[in-house]
């Protein structure tokens, strides 16, 4: 299933996992930056989370996923993978 709630709780979950923090992904607001003071994803991290997320969610990320996007925010990344999941359908 890759409805939007069910991206957002597999992003919520790999983010806090990279993080390395004990807190409950349900309760990490879509605007909490990726890389702040509660989240801590490095661009290497991002990566693997990139990878996870494609064997999660069963979809294929394509190569250039980050040409003219920024990703400050959980809900950045969210945005889009529902947009990449929207066009592969």
Do not use: C, Q
Not at 57 to 70: K, S
Not at 81 to 87: G, I, Q, S
């Amino acid at each position: 299933m890759t409805d939007r709630p069910h991206i957002n709780d597999a992003v919520k979950r790999l983010v806090v996992r990279e993080s390395r923090i004990s807190v409950d992904p349900g309760t990490i607001d879509d605007l909490e930056p990726l890389n702040g003071d509660l989240l801590r994803v490095n661009s290497l991290g991002f990566l693997g989370m990139l990878v996870r997320l494609e064997d999660e969610l069963d979809v294929m990320l394509p190569d250039d996923i980050f040409a003219g996007r920024a990703f400050t925010t959980v809900a950045d990344l969210v945005d889009v993978v529902v947009d990449l999941v929207k066009e592969e359908s």
